[in-house]
């Protein structure tokens, strides 16, 4: 086992040519150094826990470029830790696997701050929901800012719906060609 330094960091090595197994040393040993024990046990990387209790498909906990996680079925968890993928039993994987995965979809069903109620010409419900560059209205199909001069607590229906409606007329933003085209004269 070979201790050598990369363009990307250090790493260990063991074998040589095409055979040659290698992984990187992580920052943050247990033991703050690298020893022959953590050598071969980053070596032996990845580690499979075992079965998932519901799927039947395997979970392995392996050290990667943004650091130590667990995989199953294609879907990731982060560990804390380089010492935690050695240490990471069946129970404590399903768990963090389970609440990664509950993590992840976070954005996708986000909660509306308000339901203001149905739209008057389409009945569409519309939500007040808070985005990433401020408050916004929607009815499931147009989202319309909210402008700085209104409350979202003095928000009505009314208001709400004129702006959707106003967001629709104006379509999807993108401005049309106008003029001949590039490089051909009139």
């Known amino acids: 086992v070979l201790r050598k330094s990369g363009r990307i960091g250090p790493y260990v090595e063991t074998g040589s040519g095409k055979e040659a197994k290698r992984a990187s ?9 690298l020893t022959l024990d953590w ?10 826990i075992g079965e998932h209790p519901e799927t039947g498909l395997p979970i392995a906990a392996s050290l990667g470029r943004y650091g130590p996680y667990l ?8 560990l804390g830790s380089t010492a935690e993928i050695f240490e990471t039993g069946m129970n404590a994987a399903v768990v963090k696997l389970a609440e990664a995965a509950a993590k992840g979809g976070a954005r996708r069903g986000a909660e509306p701050l308000r339901v203001l ?8 419900e519309i939500k007040l929901m808070a985005g990433r560059y401020g408050p916004y ?10 402008p700085k001069t209104l409350e979202q607590a003095a928000l009505t229906l009314e208001q709400a719906a004129q702006l959707i409606d ?5 379509g999807n933003g993108k401005a049309k060609a106008k003029g001949c085209a590039r490089g051909k004269t009139k």
């Open 25 to 33: 040393i992580p920052k943050d040993l247990p033991d703050g150094d």
């Open 166 to 170: 106003e967001r629709a007329a104006k």
């Open 71 to 78: 995989l199953h079925d294609g879907k990731y968890a982060r």
């Open 137 to 146: 209205v929607t009815d499931g199909s147009v989202n319309a800012t909210l």
């Open 39 to 48: 050598a071969v046990r980053l070596l032996s990387l990845p580690r499979t």
């Open 117 to 124: 109620g149905n739209h008057p010409v389409s009945a569409a």
